[in-house]
C-alpha cells in the first residue's frame, strides 16, 4: 500500500512539474442583454486569468474580472466584479487553437449613486457562470493573442442578469 501511495504521489509531482500554466489579460466591450440592457449602456471589462493545463487540451484556471456600466439615468453607475473558476477545452494543438469553456463563481455587483455632491453606493454577491467561446493564436513560444465570446449569466434579485463580453488580449506561457 505504501509502494502505491509513494508511486502516485511521484506522478502526481512529476505531471506538476510538466504541466502548462499560462497566465493571460483581456480587455472588451461589455454587452448588456435581457433586463440588464434596459437602461444601461454598453460598459468595458477588464479580466485576468491564471491557466493550468492538465493536459495539451484541457485547462482549469481561476479568474478575476472587472466589468463597469453607465445607465441612462444622470449620475447612476454599476460595476461587476467576477471572481470564478473556469474549464477549458481546445480542439487543436497548432498554432491557431479554438477552444469552448465555462466560467462558474461569485459576482459583486456594485451600484454608486451620486446626486448634488453626495455620493452612495452598494454591493451585493450573487452566484453566475458564463459559456465561453474563443480563439489562442500563438505568437511565439512564449506569447499568444486571445480573443473569446463569453456569455455571462448571473442569477440576481427578481430576474437573471446577462451581458456579453467581446475580449481581446494575450497570454504568457510560464512553464
Known sequence: MKSILLISAMSLIFSISQAQ???????????????LGNGTKTGYGLNVV????????????????????????EGVSFSIVPITGLFEYYFSSQKVRPYVGADIGAYSFGAKVEYMGISESESKIYFGFAPT?????????????CANLKYHYVTSEGSASTWLGVNAGVVIKLK
Open 50 to 73: 491564471g491557466k493550468y493545463f492538465v493536459k495539451e487540451d484541457i485547462a482549469f484556471g481561476l479568474n478575476l474580472g472587472y466589468s463597469r456600466f453607465k445607465t441612462d439615468a
Open 21 to 35: 500554466v499560462e497566465l493571460g489579460v483581456t480587455v472588451g466591450a461589455q454587452i448588456p442583454t435581457g433586463d
Open 133 to 145: 467561446g474563443g480563439l489562442l493564436c500563438r505568437i511565439n513560444g512564449q506569447l499568444s493573442f
